[in-house]
């Protein structure tokens, strides 16, 4: 079967993962799925007697978890969920099914059982659809299982004894995690690893499309006969329907509760033949409606609302108001947006951050986006509305590169520090190690800013001396941005300005993210000015997003608009950055990626002038 983008289906549905693991968490919102998480109070403790198959008993534990968590929340709002997931992993050798040890000695049990043998990891997954009509719930269960064949090696006592002291087996299936220590002691794995570790994503993705993607219209194989009116061969729905244990008779109600259009065949047209409805554009809307998903991260962000929930989450709603001085119900509903976008999760204590918001959204930490973020609210918000306009008449020469616009009030430029500051932050190791540039002995970041990606060289490359040059109106905050004190050794800010001033001397020059605020002829004038600084043997490294069919076309187009709403500089393809560095002396140019987003460029420079 074919697995086509289905995440998106759920969007715009009130999704509750109904378990407390930690994994399947993990799992689900890697994928991109947006749910909150009610964890279970089912006892599992059904009679395994009772099933035919193991994975009949793990099924069925999956689905009266997820139903007790529905029909817990309808009895509180009286209003369910729209879809609540319920998953339960068991392991199984000799007919014996494991679940989690009740202490070390259970655990204990369990290993020494699995040692040097196969054993078969079943997870049951029951997708409910709820519908709460006049005070009444309404469920249509979706249920499979997966399984995965897993091998341990002979494991000797101590070893099994140091794994059982970990701590780790207490809270898993068979008394290991794979995923952590516990892959240690496992010699291969047949089937879906994901499986193993709780949640079977590539199975939970096919339900999905058999529950949201009917087929389209060429997947429709149309049979005609003369004297029988045509009909319509759902070639896929049969596939669908004949898989395990069978979404296939609760779809149409499935697709009743939730509004979206039924997934079989409409009415017939005039020629009596059955035509399929358009796919819902689900896509688009997520397109009209994304300026709000960064309206409601931004304001969460500018509220320091992951700031409270790092220090002191899980909180209440009204807790979080109080702590913002907000109202509660607008506090309330900004929560709900922020674990809808996948930055919050909402437990029966309360909202707490996810480990993204944590890491990049709270305003402290070497990896926070927090000064980007809220460049991006209070500058590039306000410029972009100005994108028609910019449109109509081409970019606007007005403004140039923010730190270097003399206008600009401290306040401005600190806040484009901050933003250059973690993103660089964010990319700089990926920068520094894109080429070995362990040859140079000297570089000078032109530009450096706060010298982040500086610092970063510094410690990549030992014997490495790096020169920050700035404007002196940047260098004097830097200091704000080390609060730990002193700059590493071989780290020096000096302040100038790199098209007037001359430039320290270096082996390696470094422009990152500069050119791409300038205009042609300002960069003939800074290339040529690096270009006469730098010896032969020396070299150049330019950091950019470059405009290149080989990047997914999002990664750039924000950037090709930019320069298109607020500078004169513009967004230029790798082939004109190669030629830039060719025509101002520099030889044997290479490119490397640094990761997704930041394309660098490293040119020799030649012995002959240009
Ligand atoms: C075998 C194995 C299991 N596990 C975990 C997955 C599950 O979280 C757990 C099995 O217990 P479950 O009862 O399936 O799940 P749970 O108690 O963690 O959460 P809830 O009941 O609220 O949904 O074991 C691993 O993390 N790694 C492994 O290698």
Redesign the pocket.
Known sequence: MVLSPVIGKLLHKRVVL????P??REILSQAGLRFEVV??RFK?KLDKAAFATPYAYAIETAKQ?ALEVASRMHQKDLRAPDVVI??????TIGGLIL??PADKQDAYRMLSRLNGKEHS?F?GVAIIHCCSEDGQLDTDVCEFHEETTVKFSELSEDLLWEYIDSGEPM????G????AL?GMLVEYVRGDFLN???FPLNHFCKKLVELYCPPHREDVQRVKHDSIPAVDTFEIASEAAQGDEGCGPSRAGVHGHTGQAPAGPQGPDTNGLVENPPPFPSDLLDLIDGFKASKALFTACKLKVFDVLKEEGPLKAVDVARKLNASVCGTGRLLDVCVALGLLEKTDTGYGNTQLASRHLASEGACSLHGFVAYNDEHAWTVFTDLESAVRQGPRAAAGRPAEDPSQSRDQRLRFMRAMHGLTQLTARQVATAFDLSRFASACDLGGCTGALARELAREYPRLKVTVFDLPEVIEHVSSFHPEGRQPERLRFVPGDFFKDDLPDAQLYILSRILHDWADDRVHELLSRVSRSCKPGGGLLVVETALDERRAARASLPAALNALVRAQGRERSLAEYRSLLGQHGFRDVQVAQAGDRLDVVLGTRASSAP
Not at 176 to 179: A, E
């Open positions: 109904a378990s407390a693991s994994r399947r964890p279970s599992e978890k319920g998953a339960d992993t068991i392991v679940e989690k990891v997870t809270d898993k299936a068979g290991y995690g794979i995923q516990g193993v570790v709780g």
